[in-house]
Every structure is written in C-alpha cells, then in structure tokens.
C-alpha cells in the first residue's frame, strides 16, 4: 500500500501562484509514477499533469501547459506542483495520486490522496 498526503493550495487571486505537495509512505517511491488531478464542483475529475520514476517524463494537460509544473524529489518521497498564473477555472480540489504503471497513473491510478482545495478569485 502507498499512502498519500497532499499539503498546500488555499485561496489565491487570478494571476497569482500556489505549491502543492504530496508526500508518500509505504513503499519505495522511486518505483511509482506520480500525477496530480483536479475536480471541480459540479465536473469529474480530470488528469493534469503526471511525472515518471526519474522525474525525466512529464505530461500536462493542454488547460495548463506553459503554467503548472510537476516535479519530484525521491529522496524526499515528495512529488510538486507548482501552479502559476491561476485562473478562477483552476479552482478545484486537487488530488495526488500513485501507480507503478506510468501509462495507467494518468487514467485509473491504484492510490490517491485525500485531495487539497484551490480556489482562485477573480
């Protein structure tokens, strides 16, 4: 089993900047895949940006090319978002999620966080 905390997001003006971390316990970290997905109210939850064992592949969503980035630190067992310029339809509940697969992490991953909110002003 591969536990996921996710800490950070909060309330930001549009245009403004926010981290999230999510930090994993229970296995060995370099062997997942990590994303990051959102849902927000009313709509099913989306992929956003997913990052492989090495940290050198990256996905993104097309909604935030250019403004979020994903990054890891296995030695700390933490994977990042960064999120730049936010926009009121950024605001979501974002969750961490985990798989060994780094095809399957950005469809039906087997280990979620409990999810952080976001939630950008305009």
């Known amino acids: 089993q591969v536990q996921l905390v996710e800490s950070g997001g909060g309330l930001v003006q549009a245009g403004g900047s926010l981290g999230l971390a999510c930090t994993a316990t229970g296995r060995t970290f370099s062997n997942y895949a990590m994303a990051w997905f959102r849902q927000a109210p009313g709509k099913e939850r989306e992929f956003v940006t997913s990052i492989a064992y090495n940290g050198h592949t990256k996905y993104y969503a097309d909604s935030v090319k250019g403004r979020f980035t994903i990054s890891r630190d296995n030695a700390r067992s933490t994977v990042y978002l960064q999120m730049n310029n936010l926009q009121p339809e950024d605001t979501a509940v974002y969750y961490c999620?985990?798989?060994?697969?780094?095809?399957?992490?950005?469809?039906?991953?087997?280990?979620w966080g409990q999810g952080t909110q976001v939630s950008v002003s305009s």
């Open positions: 999620a985990a798989d060994d697969n780094v095809l399957q992490v950005r469809t039906t991953p087997d280990y």
